[in-house]
T-cell receptor, first 125, second 114 residues
Framework: EAQVTQNPRYLITVTGKKLTVTCSQN?????MSWYRQDPGLGLRQIYY???????DKGDVPEGYKVSRKEKRNFPLILESPSPNQTSLYFC????????????????????????FGPGTRLTVT | GENVEQHPSTLSVQEGDSAVIKCTYS??????FPWYKQELGKRPQLIID?????GEKKDQRIAVTLNKTAKHFSLHITETQPEDSAVYFC?????????????FGTGTRLQVFP
């Protein structure tokens, strides 16, 4: 089954204790992204990756790190979590980047549709 | 950077009525505009999208219109049903030579009353 998985789904931690949220997709997607969702603020992009070893900052990258060593995995790392990072986090993937033309195996909507993971609810106390 | 504004933040309609959600974006370089629907407690899912070389796109009861000159795009849902109740997010893709960001609006909570 084609899917995006995230682990853990729920996490309560304390300020300053390093944590990693894993994200994995089995669809051979090039583009992967992390978002955080907060009430009234919608979905805000943290980091994204256009392919292996290619990552870039989104709108709210401060306090987060990512890596893309393999195509299928895109972990989100919080080196020193703080309470303002309490949020619902979503990982997402798509065949192509959101703005790129698509001469690849998928075209049209299929190329750009982002598949979201189930979300990780993080609480930092 | 790119900014996407979405209105209204909440919208209540009677079943069978139409619903319209509007978004504006700031960067004229944006060229891809998806709409995502998020039901309560679930993940966002793409419902329709439009590229900047198209002015309108329709898929059954939903349609999206794009006005590049005014930099705004809208989601139209006709003959609304209770299962349309959800939060809807618009987004705009900011693409430069070195970046490929997706900027979301703040969401519209749509409630359809039977």
């Amino acid at each position: 089954e084609a899917q995006v998985t995230q682990n853990p789904r729920y996490l309560i931690t304390v300020t300053g204790k390093k944590l990693t949220v894993t994200c994995s997709q089995n669809m051979n997607h090039e583009y992967m992204s992390w978002y955080r969702q907060d009430p009234g603020l919608g979905l805000r992009q943290i980091y994204y990756s256009m392919n292996v070893e290619v990552t870039d900052k989104g709108d709210v990258p401060e306090g987060y790190k990512v890596s893309r060593k393999e195509k299928r995995n895109f972990p989100l790392i919080l080196e020193s979590p703080s309470p303002n990072q309490t949020s619902l986090y979503f990982c997402a993937s798509s065949f192509r980047g959101q703005g790129r033309p698509s001469p690849s195996q998928a075209s049209g909507r299929a190329a750009y549709e982002q598949y979201f993971g189930p979300g990780t609810r993080l609480t930092v106390t | 950077g790119e900014n996407v504004e979405q209105h209204p933040s909440t919208l209540s309609v009677q079943e069978g009525d139409s619903a319209v959600i509007k978004c504006t974006y700031s960067d004229s370089a944006s060229n891809y505009f998806p709409w995502y629907k998020q039901e309560l407690g679930k993940r966002p899912q793409l419902i329709i999208d439009i590229r900047s070389n198209v002015g309108e796109k329709k898929d059954q009861r939903i349609a999206v219109t794009l006005n590049k000159t005014a930099k705004h795009f809208s989601l139209h849902i006709t003959e609304t049903q209770p299962e349309d109740s959800a939060v809807y997010f618009c987004a705009a893709s900011l693409r430069t030579r070195n970046t490929d960001k997706l900027i979301f609006g703040t969401g519209t909570r749509l409630q359809v009353f039977p």
